[in-house]
């Protein structure tokens, strides 16, 4: 299931404050917006799109170089392993398979984290708001 914020004034409201009080930086827009988690060696960013109901649906992703040299060494891990079958060696394809599986966990470890940490961070302000 895909985790959503619900559009409303309050919550932009809220994440203005998250940028503002130096939790995040990004921007906001009507239709989507766009937070890094301020912290050395972030590599990361939250998306939210809006979709048809009127909620952001929020994705986690490389930020851009990261993002392409994933890509790059993906599509290079794929090729050694088609050359390293062809020849006959079966412990590089494994190894690669092996590592490429530790570091898709992690990454989604990673992104089940900075939702949790945006949405507590959502509901502290909201919670604040009511006191």
Same mark, same amino acid.
């Given at each position: 299931? &895909?985790?959503? %914020?619900?559009k409303s004034d309050k919550n932009l409201k809220i994440l203005n404050k998250l %940028?503002?009080?130096?939790? $995040?930086?990004? $921007? ?7 937070? /890094?988690?301020? &912290? ?5 960013? *939250? %998306?939210?799109?809006?979709? !048809?109901?009127?909620? $952001? !649906? *929020?994705?986690? !992703?490389?930020?851009?170089? /990261?993002? =392409?040299? &994933?890509?790059? *060494?993906?599509?290079?891990? =794929? +090729?050694?392993? %088609?050359?390293? *079958? =062809?020849?006959?060696?079966? #412990? +590089?394809? #494994?190894?690669? #398979? =092996?590592?490429?599986?530790?570091f898709f966990l992690d990454f989604k470890l990673k992104e089940k984290k900075e #939702?949790? +940490?945006?949405? !507590?961070?959502? +509901? ?5 708001? $009511?006191?």
């Amino acid at each position: 299931m &895909r985790q959503t %914020i619900a559009k409303s004034d309050k919550n932009l409201k809220i994440l203005n404050k998250l %940028i503002v009080n130096g939790f $995040y930086t990004g $921007y906001i827009g009507s239709e989507k917006f766009e937070l /890094m988690r301020n &912290r050395f060696t972030n590599n990361h960013r *939250l %998306i939210g799109i809006l979709n !048809d109901n009127g909620n $952001y !649906d *929020l994705k986690f !992703d490389l930020k851009s170089p /990261m993002n =392409i040299a &994933r890509k790059v *060494l993906i599509g290079l891990g =794929i +090729l050694t392993s %088609i050359v390293s *079958l =062809i020849n006959g060696n079966w #412990i +590089l394809p #494994i190894a690669l #398979i =092996i590592f490429g599986l530790i570091f898709f966990l992690d990454f989604k470890l990673k992104e089940k984290k900075e #939702i949790n +940490l945006l949405t !507590d961070k959502l +509901l502290e302000f909201h919670k604040t708001e $009511y006191e």
